[in-house]
């Protein structure tokens, strides 16, 4: 995560002189206290492996994956407009979703995210960007988990 802000940064101007497209995709692992809780912290590693493991898989060489907090990943797509960031999203979304993973007690569960996804706009500051996705992340989770939310514009 300490290299977020300069891979954004540096993003964000290539998408801002050369006019290409660039958006980020939120991440958030549902009820993974529930994982922690029922399941103990060395099953709740296994999911984030898990899931880091088929993030990297459902993205490109040159996009970048981020753990950006406990059970949170941060997703930057490069050149990749709203529309294919969405695609993006739901692929991930359905891919997890579809698998069950193993735990150390021959047990295995289910596990399904919510993503807030937001496509550069102009701003200049990475934080704007990352909080729109947040916003959205939010949205997703209220609106029941398991679904991906589209960052709302900007009525200005």
Do not use: W
């Not at 007690?105 to 937001?118: F, K």
């Not at 949205?139 to 009525?155: F, L, M, P």
Request: with cysteine; aromatic share 6%; charged share 20%.
């Amino acid at each position: 995560r300490r290299f977020l802000p300069s891979v954004l940064g540096r993003e964000i101007s290539l998408a801002k002189n050369a006019g290409t497209a660039l958006s980020i995709l939120m991440v958030d692992i549902d009820h993974f206290k529930s994982v922690n809780d029922s399941h103990g912290h060395s099953s709740g590693d296994i999911v984030l492996s898990h899931t880091a493991e088929n993030l990297l898989n459902c993205v490109r060489a040159s996009d970048f994956v981020f753990r950006y907090g406990g059970e949170e990943f941060l997703i930057v797509l490069v050149e990749t407009d709203e529309e294919a960031a969405l695609e993006v999203a739901e692929r991930i979304r359905e891919q997890i979703a579809s698998q069950r993973v193993a735990l150390p007690n021959h047990s295995s569960l289910n596990v399904t995210l919510s993503i807030g996804v937001a496509t550069y706009e102009g701003h200049p500051d990475y934080q704007y960007l990352i909080n729109a996705a947040d916003h959205a992340l939010y949205s997703a989770k209220k609106q029941g988990r398991n679904r991906t939310a589209v960052a709302v514009k900007d009525i200005a």
